[in-house]
């Protein structure tokens, strides 16, 4: 049973460019979440998404960044015009819904933006 | 707004010591208490409490929750250099559908 996959693993990209981070959740799991860890913090939420719908993006920068999980296909967490602040580690999860379900990570997309 | 606060930050200890890492938490509407276990890449699960006093264990790991104080504590016995990583404890809150994480206590075990 694959777990939560993500990629890229790693992207650089220069200021200004568009970053996809992409997310397929565990089978069977349709609940979507993105968490980004900055260097020496921890995770941060920002958004949780159900298959079409964004729940709850509290977490989310008002500009720049957006999210999507289409009926088909992975999550993409889009973040555009990128800047040096960006430069996080970007964390998908899944579950199979609430409440009490433990949540599973995906191994993380490192963004390095130049 | 919600919180978890993790201590130590860090801890360096050798092979074979017992180490109690440390979390407290003030959460709006209280479900459960979860750890993890991160090593440079996905946080990999680890307990889910949800009552008090009762100890869940694996192996040389295990965690307690004490509601009335708010806190719960993860153990780990006779460390192995592969316990090396950064412990993270996290919290369900607003409405369940985020999970607030402490900063982590970064574990370095000592050969």
């Known amino acids: 049973n694959a777990g939560v996959m993500q990629n890229p693993r790693h992207l650089v990209r220069r200021r200004g460019q568009e970053a996809r981070l992409r997310c397929s959740p565990m089978?069977?799991?349709?609940?979507v979440y993105w968490y980004r860890q900055l260097p020496e913090e921890g995770l941060k939420f920002m958004v949780y998404l159900q298959k079409e719908n964004i729940i709850d993006e509290s977490g989310m920068p008002k500009e720049r960044f957006s999210a999507e999980f289409p009926k088909e296909g992975p999550s993409i967490l889009r973040i555009q015009q990128v800047v040096r602040g960006d430069s996080a580690a970007y964390f998908c999860?899944?579950?199979?819904?609430?409440?009490?379900?433990?949540?599973?990570f995906g191994e993380g997309s490192w963004l390095t933006v130049v | 707004e919600d919180k978890v606060v993790q201590s130590p930050l860090s801890l360096v200890v050798h092979e074979g010591d017992t180490v109690t890492l440390n979390c407290s938490y003030e959460v709006t509407n209280f479900r459960s208490l979860l750890w993890y276990k991160q090593e440079k890449k996905a946080p990999t699960f680890l307990f889910m409490l949800?009552?008090?006093?009762i100890e869940k264990k694996s192996g040389r790991l295990s965690s307690i929750l004490d509601k009335k104080e708010l806190f719960s504590i993860l153990n780990i016995t006779a460390t192995q250099t592969g316990d090396s990583a950064v412990y993270l404890c996290?919290?369900?809150?607003?409405?369940?559908?985020?999970?607030?994480f402490g900063s982590g206590t970064q574990l370095t075990v000592l050969p």
């Open positions: 089978k069977g799991h349709s609940h």
């Open positions: 999860a899944s579950s199979p819904g609430l409440p009490g379900n433990t949540i599973y």
């Open positions: 949800t009552s008090s006093g």
């Open positions: 996290a919290a369900p809150s607003g409405s369940a559908r985020q999970l607030t």
